[in-house]
């Protein structure tokens, strides 16, 4: 599994960004895939994930503003972020599961200005 992060960038308070994180190594499909984010400082947290069969699950903290979705491709998941302030800003993570092994992506940063 070889997750890869993009659509990071630099967007004002109220605006909107696209996350994406596709696999290129895996045969198998990720039975979760989702985000993570970590702010400077703090600890990374949950954002939401979705399960292979549509399930959703967010952090009440980005309820209502934020939706993950899996693509059409095997193992292609994005985050699709409105509303964002500046408490969202973070490096966001992708995460897989598959069987109880979890996989990370590298970071993709997202700075949220007032």
């Known amino acids: 599994v070889q997750l890869q992060a993009s659509g990071g960038g630099l967007v004002q308070a109220g605006g909107s960004l696209r996350l994406s994180c596709v696999d290129s190594g895996a045969d198998f499909s990720l039975n979760y895939m989702g985000w993570y984010r970590q702010a400077p400082g703090k600890e990374r947290e949950l954002v939401g994930f979705?399960?292979?069969?549509?399930?959703?699950n967010y952090a009440d903290s980005v309820k209502g503003r934020f939706t993950i979705s899996r693509g059409v491709a095997k193992n292609t998941v994005y985050l699709q972020m409105n509303s964002l302030k500046p408490e969202d800003t973070a490096v966001y993570y992708c995460r897989g599961v598959y069987r109880g092994t979890v996989y990370w992506g590298q970071g993709t940063e997202v700075t949220v200005s007032s």
């Open positions: 979705i399960s292979i069969g549509g399930a959703t």
